[in-house]
């Protein structure tokens, strides 16, 4: 079940990115469940990952390794998320590193490991190692349908984005694909995120523009409030486009790259949340009028993530007394209800402190009943704004999770 159209687009080959995705068989027999990347030498990585304490083995060796060495590759499996594995699981992910470096003469370090799936179980990780020789194989610069693929858990469709413009009589291409579907809450969430272009970037502002478009992305998405363990969001830029390295904050090269690759993050993360599990909703949670981004940002999740709201989406029930009340309890210091006014689309339902006079039953079921909606609100405060992307909660959602290690 998914929710609008989000079709995996033709993706153009990355300059320096090489990717393909094979079986492991690490939870069905038959799926392609292990991808990997073979970057240029010379690219440029930077990353954002989970904030959760229970942090997978995976993202505590890739902090460990993009602090070491330039980074050459990345593998990731899928149907097992190496979480909560404790000493072996770190030994477990650095032998996944360990057998591609001795294959490709680079050191360990210079391997990114990830994975997604049930937590707390061991890794199968000699079947990961068995697939290796034939993943570095067949890794091409065609291969990011089934990359997209590969990295799938509970998705119903692969996610992508692919861009290309002009610079200078030059073409700079920027791809991404992404997978999460369920336990995604901010900070990040339980996704997997992988964007690359073939521009030259210095690391340091690599960094930056990862930190910032997850920030403005993934970090602005939520399906049911929980924040996973192995969120991990990689940016990557191989250099292999021969134009001037970018470090700088400014000029037309950087403005037209870093507007490229926060869309590529905003499409990617709206993407998953249109393939939320369970979902029948996409649904936009827009705050205007705060004194201050954090207040809009409250606000904004207290209404994505109220169960009574969630369900009121599902069933397409106009029950807007459960949206004032989100905005009542998101902790808004001395907030003036009567100044907040609340619309479903474009329709005003709340102004004054009450029901808005206009307002008709009819109306709000008739946009309730849409399969994309927006919450509009505007608390009478300030001129900052802030918007989160959700959607709502059914009785597949349950079963999904429910079923989930059957």
Known sequence: MAVGEYPFPHMHPVKGVKLTAVSAGIKK??????????????????????????????????????????????????????????????????ATCAAIAELKGVKPEQVLPFSTGVIGEPLPVQKIIAVVPE???????????????????????????????????????VNGISKGAGMIKPNMATMLG???TDAKVSQELLQKLSREAADKSFNRI????????????????????????????NGELYEKLRETILAAHIHLAKSIVS????????????????????ECLDV?????????????????DPNWGRIVAAIGYAGVPQLDATKVRVH?????????????????????????????IAIN?????????????????????????ADYRS
């Open 29 to 94: 027999v038959g799926r392609r469940d292990v991808v990997l990347f073979e970057l240029a030498q010379g690219s440029a990585v930077a990353g954002v990952f989970t904030k959760n304490a229970f942090c997978a083995a995976p993202v505590t060796v890739c902090r460990e390794h993009l602090a070491a060495a330039p980074i050459r590759f990345l593998v990731i499996n899928s149907g097992n998320a190496n979480a909560c594995t404790g000493e072996q699981g770190l030994l477990d992910a650095k």
């Open 135 to 173: 993943a570095l194989e067949k890794a091409n610069e065609n291969g990011w349908d089934d990359a997209g693929a590969g990295i799938m858990t509970t998705d119903t469709r692969a996610k992508g984005f692919s861009q290309q413009f002009e610079f200078q009589g030059k073409t700079i291409t």
């Open 194 to 196: 992988y964007i690359a």
């Open 222 to 249: 939520t399906i049911d409030g929980d924040t996973s363990t192995n969120d991990s969001c990689i940016l990557i830029a191989t250099g292999q486009v021969d134009l001037p390295e970018v470090s700088e904050a």
């Open 275 to 294: 393939d939320g599990e369970g979902a029948t909703k996409f649904v936009t949670v827009a705050v205007n009028g705060g004194a201050n981004r954090d």
């Open 300 to 316: 904004a999740y207290a209404v994505a993530h109220s169960p009574l709201i969630k369900t009121a989406l599902f069933a397409s």
């Open 344 to 372: 479903l689309n474009d329709t005003l339902i709340v102004e004054n402190g009450g029901r808005a006079k206009t307002y008709t039953e009819e109306q709000g079921q008739a946009i309730m009943s849409q399969a994309e």
């Open 377 to 401: 609100i505007h608390l009478g405060r300030g001129d900052f704004s802030e918007t989160v992307w959700t959607t709502d909660l059914s009785y597949e959602y349950v079963r999904i999770n």
